[in-house]
C-alpha cells in the first residue's frame, strides 16, 4: 500500500483547491493539464508534491498570479486561513508599463465587462418582463 503523503508536501491539485485558486480540484488538474500552471518555470502535473517555498505561476484569462507556497493543507479550511497558504503577486500581460491606478481602472473594466457578459447571457434570475415570456412561450 502506498505511503500518505506527510504535510511536508502536497499534491499540486489539491494544494490549487485548498488554497482556492480554484474551485474544484478537476478545475485545477484540467488548468494544470492545459499548461496555465508552472512551477519553476516548467509545466506542472496534477500529482507533483509541493513543498513550502516553492513558485508556482498560474495563468488565469489575462492576470497571471505568481504564488509563493507558505503553508500546506490537504484538506478544504476556512476562506481567511487559506489566504495564509501564499503570497501572491499579480501581475497582467496586457497592463505591463502601467502605474497603480492605471492598473485599477483596467480591473474595474473588466469586472465590469464580466458582469455585463454575464447579464446577456441570461444569467441570474428573470426579470417580470423575462418571466412574462416564459410564460408566454410556454402557453400560460
Do not use: C, N
Amino acid at each position: 500500500m502506498p505511503e500518505k503523503p506527510s504535510l511536508d508536501e502536497v499534491r499540486l491539485d489539491k494544494w490549487l483547491q485548498v488554497a482556492r485558486i480554484y474551485k474544484t480540484r478537476s478545475q485545477a488538474a484540467e488548468a494544470i493539464q492545459a499548461g496555465h500552471v508552472k512551477m519553476e518555470g516548467r509545466r506542472a502535473k496534477a500529482a507533483q508534491a509541493i513543498k513550502v517555498g516553492d513558485e508556482i505561476l498560474v495563468t488565469k484569462g489575462s492576470r497571471k498570479l505568481q504564488l509563493t507556497v507558505k503553508g500546506l493543507a490537504a484538506k478544504p479550511i476556512a476562506k481567511e486561513l487559506a489566504r495564509e497558504l501564499y503570497t501572491a503577486k499579480e501581475e497582467f500581460e496586457q497592463t505591463d508599463g502601467l502605474d497603480e491606478e492605471q492598473r485599477e481602472i483596467v480591473r474595474r473594466m473588466r469586472q465590469m465587462d464580466r458582469l455585463q457578459q454575464a447579464a446577456r447571457q441570461g444569467k441570474g434570475r428573470p426579470t417580470k418582463k423575462e418571466r412574462r415570456d416564459i410564460g408566454k412561450s410556454r402557453g400560460r
